[in-house]
């Protein structure tokens, strides 16, 4: 029998033009325990059923009049995808059955019905549903087990990472977190502060290229009434906001060189001035910069201070790519479409197989801001409850796009990474803040990319 009185029922609906095959298998299916069946010779009605009952399993007859098995096949993966189909013909060819699996068919069988192996293909239908549902449930509780506040992962390169941050958040002064964009940079750095002593402080962001140069100093250290025109109050800065706190400084890479040396003052002074003012106030500030530059060789060019760089290199950690730890992608698939179901108020289980496969074989030049971004859309766009590849970006679906991963072997990162910004750039329409928003980058960061590679769209502001 299929399984104890506590085992949920599965629905199996049969659809066969031909009585008498459907009283065969009902009947035969009927003495299996936990079995719900529901059978009709009405392909159009049979595909109401099944839109309507949402079945485990379909078992379907290739050759019906009206709707064709194929059709009704592509139809029903495509409305349900997690339901298996299993294909009942009394004309076997290897070209169907081959196109049937491609379709999305679980099995085919041959006519007339052996009543034992139809029944093992059920058992192991149900089988196998029971797994995945099994799956699901083991993926949340890993994404539980983990998770450093907030981050997934469960590679040893995510492990080693999360042991420095718990090593490092109740000691440290400043922290620089190197890693390429998207990879959880200031979610690290959140991380970092929850675990330290100063959690219950304010944890203040700085993103150091999004403001203009000329206001980078009264935003971080603050201004007096007086100090410049439309100065008519005093102004507290960042830094003096985060007092006892963290600040953020995101992109550390792009502050110019005149407030690298401010910025140094205040980290070995622990003290600030603001502009316009004589004074300098005292600040207990924990700092965490986070950059995907290489500021060891920004050093050597005289792009960065070699003092502000060795001030800030005290702890050193670095985030990997989403490409290697591609181990993780199963919890950071079920934790984002967890929160993002969560969010927009819809009961998605989980990814199909099928979809799950196609965002295995990508090569996430994003990285894990790109997942988010690719589920965020996905989980909005699902109908039922699972997330299938019709639901994903049409980038990730196109053929031209399996080109592009199949030949990064040959590419380094940057090339990567500029490829992959002109593909979005393209995408767009040359819209580059739309651009940078998918992308998960800044503009600035979006501007480099571009002057590096070659320019191939026309540009829009």
């Known amino acids: 029998m299929l399984g104890s009185a506590e085992t949920p029922s599965v629905k199996v609906v049969v659809i066969d033009d031909d009585q008498q095959i459907l009283d065969l298998i009902t009947d035969a299916l009927g003495e299996e325990e936990h079995l719900q069946m529901i059978a009709t010779t009405d392909p159009a009605r049979g595909l109401e059923i099944v839109l309507q009952q949402h079945p485990q399993i379909v078992l ?130 959140r991380a970092i502060h929850a675990i330290s002593p100063v959690a219950t402080a304010p944890f203040v962001v700085c993103n150091c290229a999004a403001i203009v140069e000329t206001l980078i100093e009264s935003e971080l250290f603050g201004y ?24 953020f400084l995101d992109e550390i890479g792009e502050l110019p060189l005149s407030m690298q040396a401010k910025l140094l003052r205040v980290l070995q002074n622990q003290e600030v001035q603001r502009v316009g003012s004589p004074a300098t106030r005292k600040v207990n500030v924990r700092v965490v910069a986070a950059t995907n530059r290489d500021l060891r060789d920004m050093v050597l060019k005289k792009e960065f201070r070699e003092d502000l760089y060795y001030r800030l290199t005290m702890v050193e950690i670095k985030l990997p790519r989403l490409a290697d730890r591609k181990e993780d992608l199963a919890l950071l698939q079920r934790a984002l479409v967890e929160r993002f179901a969560t969010q927009y108020g819809k009961t998605i289980r989980g990814i199909t197989r099928r979809a799950q496969a196609m965002l295995n074989r990508y090569s996430w030049p994003g990285n894990v801001r790109e997942l988010e971004n690719v589920l965020g859309n996905a989980c909005m766009m699902a109908d039922g409850d699972m997330v299938d590849i019709t639901d994903l970006p049409e980038y990730l679906r196109s053929p031209e796009r399996e080109n592009m991963s199949g030949s990064d072997d040959l590419l380094s990162m940057e090339q990567i990474h500029q490829r992959h910004a002109r593909h979005i750039m393209e995408r767009v329409g040359g819209n580059k803040v739309r651009a940078a928003e998918i992308l ?21 502001s």
């Open 224 to 247: 007096v009434k007086g100090a410049f025109t439309g100065a008519v109050q005093d102004k507290v800065g960042l830094f003096e906001y985060a007092n006892g706190g963290t600040v």
């Open 440 to 460: 998960g980058i800044s503009r600035a960061t979006l501007y480099r990319l571009l002057e590096a590679a070659e320019p191939s769209v026309q540009e829009r």
């Open 60 to 189: 379907l007859d290739l050759m019906m009049p009206q709707i064709g098995g194929m059709e009704l096949l592509e139809r029903i993966v495509e409305a349900e995808p997690g339901t298996d189909v299993i294909l009942l013909t009394g004309d076997y060819s290897t070209e169907s059955a081959v196109e049937a699996i491609q379709k999305g068919a679980s099995d085919y069988l041959t006519k007339p019905v052996n009543l034992e192996r139809l029944t093992q293909c059920v058992r192991k239908s149900i089988a196998t549903a029971h797994k995945g549902q099994r799956a699901l449930e083991l993926d949340r509780e890993l994404a539980e087990t983990f998770r450093c506040e907030g981050m997934v992962g469960r590679s040893p390169l995510m492990l080693d990472v999360f042991a420095k941050i718990n090593r490092v958040a109740p000691h440290f002064k400043t922290v620089l977190i190197f890693g390429e964009t998207g990879t959880g940079k200031e979610v690290a750095a």
